[in-house]
């Protein structure tokens, strides 16, 4: 996480949320509720593939249209 996040600000990223959750988590809508609100250009999300596949199902519904 720390050398992803030195890496994109140091090519001009700048990461405008961060949000943490439990490996065994499987909602994401208050996270991604959060998210929304702020428009980022893109949203990066580095997790296992089922939870992975939830979040972007969840994002999706909540109308979330940032490239992921």
Known sequence: KDMF?????TL???IISEEGTTTDARDYRTALT???????DYLYMPMFP????IAV????????????
């Open 50 to 53: 089922d939870g992975g596949s």
């Open 12 to 14: 001009g990223g700048e």
């Open 34 to 40: 959060k998210i929304k609100a702020l428009n980022p």
């Open 57 to 68: 199902n969840q994002a999706n519904e909540l109308g979330i249209t940032t490239k992921i």
């Open 5 to 9: 996040e030195q890496n994109f600000k």
